[in-house]
């Protein structure tokens, strides 16, 4: 938006701002009727959702969104948590548990808000949010396949091995460990990788992401906190998505260096 | 967002005239004639006694002229970080406090950190942005510390919009400590075209004993933008060569 002439050139500025149109988007509902509903779906994918790992496997693929969800191990599919709900609530995926008994909705919300899953509430809020305007979002830290790395095995998939990792770091009992435990509870990661739009995508060459998000609903990032981050990010862009009474908005924090001028 | 000049020839105007040059010449000047300001609260009252100075001070953009009825002489208000520059910085100005005495370096130092806390702070970031010869003005008129201009602002339109904050002090300027805050200071940029740029003082253990603890603060800078994922759903990038 290109506005011009709202500050007076004598260098005493004058108060007038340019109000940008109020774009206040926010559903109002009188009646249930106005609420929409998704499409009811013949072509509904099945999955079982393993406890142990927290995942579902995918155990029959329908639709094109395969090509953009769940992970590849070994002759397997699995989609995390926040992949399952997105594609329950849409009516897209059928979920069993152990005993073939189909996993409703409330029990998909009730593992998000457990969190067991490697997966909040907001975290999944945010998901979906990209999800809906054609983001392909994969949880950070789980490749897509497992193609090229060595140790290709069902069972190393994700969530699990990161809490494998983080345990063995919180080991000992020192005063420095426990110091270290104590600043761990404020390390953040970054909880998803994002990648723009793309009907070309390959889960085998999925290249870069387009940056890595990271999910806050408490404080705004401190300096290390965000320091820390960029570490973990290796040169690839790094946003906050805040999450606030249902509502997500994106937050880039970039270093800059100010040219000298002339 | 880059810069806005203000109509056809702006640009070349500044680039023909580059404000460092603008203000070693008000150096000079100021450093001729002896100048000296009056301490009055947090301002800093400076009797200028040429045209040539006031056009200078003007043309720098160092302070606000003061409208009086006196003919011959023209009186400017300095804010403590500009006069505390164009002190200790420049070495151009001298500032007196009661009975005409001339404050030394402590007192003044002194004097401003009592005025406000996060002076010393504030100071740098000033100095920061001006040693790069961007131009410094307050930035009381949008909610924020400072503005930030590429030349004068009969040319350009200010940039950023600059928050101070002190790493480490327990963010003694009380900024950008929620995420609503962020929301705030974001919208009302949008709305008057400036990009957010926070600059983080961090004073490496130094202290505030002196004006010389300054030269061991270091600087961080970083712009916060808001981010639309209804709009960025193509990379511009390729979009663009693509057209091409």
């Given at each position: 938006?290109?506005?011009e002439?709202?500050?007076?050139?004598?260098?005493?500025?004058?108060?007038s701002?340019v109000?940008?149109?109020?774009?206040?988007?926010e559903?109002?509902?009188?009646?249930?009727?106005d609420?929409?509903?998704?499409?009811?779906?013949?072509?509904?994918?099945?999955?079982?959702?393993?406890?142990?790992?927290?995942?579902?496997?995918?155990v029959?693929?329908k639709?094109g969104?395969w090509?953009?969800?769940?992970?590849v191990?070994?002759?397997?599919m699995?989609?995390s948590?926040?992949?399952?709900?997105?594609l329950?609530?849409?009516g897209?995926?059928s979920?069993?548990?152990?005993?073939d008994?189909?996993i409703?909705?409330?029990?998909?919300?009730?593992k998000?808000?457990?969190?067991?899953?490697?997966?909040c509430w907001?975290?999944?809020e945010?998901?979906?949010?990209?999800?809906?305007l054609?983001y392909?979002?994969?949880?950070h830290?789980?490749?897509?396949?497992?193609?090229?790395?060595?140790?290709?095995?069902?069972?190393?998939?994700?969530i699990?091995?990161?809490?494998?990792?983080?345990e063995?770091?919180c080991?000992?009992?020192?005063l420095?460990?426990?110091l270290?435990n104590?600043?761990?509870?404020?390390?953040?990661?970054p909880?998803?990788?994002?990648?723009l739009p793309?009907s070309?995508?390959?889960k085998?060459?999925?290249g870069?992401?387009?940056?890595m998000?990271c999910?806050t609903?408490?404080?705004p990032?401190?300096?290390?906190q965000i320091?820390?981050l960029?570490?973990?990010?290796?040169?690839?862009?790094?946003?906050?998505?805040h999450?606030?009474h249902g509502?997500?908005?994106?937050f880039?924090?970039?270093k800059v260096e100010?040219?000298?001028?002339? | 967002m880059?810069?806005?000049w203000?109509?056809?020839?702006?640009?070349?105007?500044a680039?023909?005239?580059?404000?460092?040059?603008?203000?070693?010449?008000?150096?000079s000047?100021?450093?001729q004639s002896?100048?000296?300001?009056?301490l009055?609260?947090?301002s800093?009252?400076?009797?200028?006694?040429?045209?040539?100075?006031t056009?200078?001070?003007n043309?720098?953009?160092f302070?606000r002229?003061?409208?009086?009825?006196?003919?011959?002489k023209q009186?400017?208000?300095?804010?403590?970080?500009?006069?505390?520059?164009?002190?200790?910085?420049l070495?151009c100005?001298?500032i007196?406090?009661?009975?005409?005495?001339?404050?030394?370096?402590d007192e003044?130092?002194?004097?401003?950190?009592?005025?406000?806390e996060?002076?010393?702070?504030?100071?740098?970031?000033?100095?920061?942005l001006r040693?790069?010869?961007w131009v410094?003005r307050?930035?009381?008129?949008?909610?924020?510390?400072?503005?930030a201009?590429?030349?004068?602002?009969a040319?350009?339109h200010?940039?950023?919009?600059v928050?101070?904050?002190?790493e480490?002090?327990?963010?003694?300027?009380?900024?950008?400590?929620?995420w609503?805050?962020?929301?705030?200071?974001?919208?009302?940029?949008?709305?008057?075209?400036?990009?957010?740029?926070?600059?983080r003082?961090?004073?490496?253990?130094?202290g505030?004993?002196s004006p010389?603890c300054l030269?061991?603060?270091?600087?961080?800078e970083?712009?916060?933008?808001?981010?639309s994922?209804?709009?960025?759903?193509?990379?511009?990038?390729?979009?663009s060569s693509?057209?091409l």
């Amino acid at each position: 938006m290109e506005v011009e002439g709202w500050e007076n050139s004598s260098g005493g500025t004058s108060d007038s701002e340019v109000y940008a149109q109020d774009t206040n988007d926010e559903e109002n509902y009188l009646t249930s009727g106005d609420i929409p509903k998704l499409q009811f779906r013949k072509n509904i994918s099945r999955g079982s959702w393993d406890d142990e790992v927290g995942m579902t496997e995918v155990v029959e693929k329908k639709g094109g969104m395969w090509t953009t969800t769940g992970i590849v191990r070994g002759n397997k599919m699995y989609c995390s948590i926040e992949e399952t709900l997105f594609l329950a609530e849409r009516g897209e995926l059928s979920v069993l548990d152990v005993d073939d008994s189909s996993i409703s909705l409330e029990d998909l919300y009730t593992k998000v808000a457990k969190a067991t899953s490697g997966c909040c509430w907001e975290s999944f809020e945010v998901y979906r949010h990209l999800r809906s305007l054609g983001y392909i979002v994969q949880r950070h830290g789980n490749p897509w396949t497992m193609k090229g790395t060595k140790n290709e095995s069902a069972s190393a998939v994700g969530i699990p091995q990161i809490k494998v990792i983080t345990e063995q770091n919180c080991g000992g009992s020192c005063l420095i460990n426990e110091l270290l435990n104590n600043m761990r509870i404020e390390e953040l990661r970054p909880a998803f990788d994002v990648f723009l739009p793309n009907s070309k995508f390959r889960k085998s060459s999925p290249g870069n992401p387009s940056f890595m998000l990271c999910v806050t609903s408490g404080h705004p990032p401190s300096k290390s906190q965000i320091e820390d981050l960029e570490r973990q990010c290796n040169g690839i862009p790094l946003k906050f998505g805040h999450v606030e009474h249902g509502r997500v908005s994106f937050f880039s924090f970039n270093k800059v260096e100010l040219p000298i001028l002339p | 967002m880059g810069p806005r000049w203000k109509g056809k020839g702006s640009e070349a105007k500044a680039l023909a005239d580059p404000m460092s040059k603008i203000v070693s010449q008000l150096k000079s000047t100021l450093i001729q004639s002896d100048s000296h300001g009056l301490l009055s609260g947090c301002s800093i009252l400076l009797e200028v006694e040429t045209e040539e100075q006031t056009e200078l001070l003007n043309r720098a953009c160092f302070g606000r002229p003061i409208v009086t009825a006196q003919k011959d002489k023209q009186w400017f208000q300095l804010g403590m970080e500009e006069a505390f520059y164009l002190y200790y910085n420049l070495k151009c100005l001298k500032i007196v406090g009661e009975g005409k005495c001339t404050k030394t370096e402590d007192e003044l130092w002194n004097y401003m950190k009592s005025k406000r806390e996060t002076f010393p702070d504030f100071l740098k970031a000033y100095t920061h942005l001006r040693t790069r010869n961007w131009v410094v003005r307050s930035g009381s008129q949008y909610g924020v510390d400072f503005i930030a201009y590429r030349h004068h602002p009969a040319l350009v339109h200010s940039e950023y919009a600059v928050l101070v904050l002190s790493e480490g002090q327990g963010n003694a300027n009380g900024r950008l400590r929620v995420w609503s805050d962020f929301q705030c200071t974001l919208r009302l940029c949008g709305s008057v075209a400036k990009t957010l740029l926070v600059l983080r003082i961090d004073r490496n253990s130094v202290g505030e004993d002196s004006p010389s603890c300054l030269e061991s603060y270091s600087v961080e800078e970083r712009t916060i933008t808001r981010w639309s994922p209804e709009q960025s759903r193509e990379d511009k990038t390729i979009a663009s060569s693509q057209l091409l």
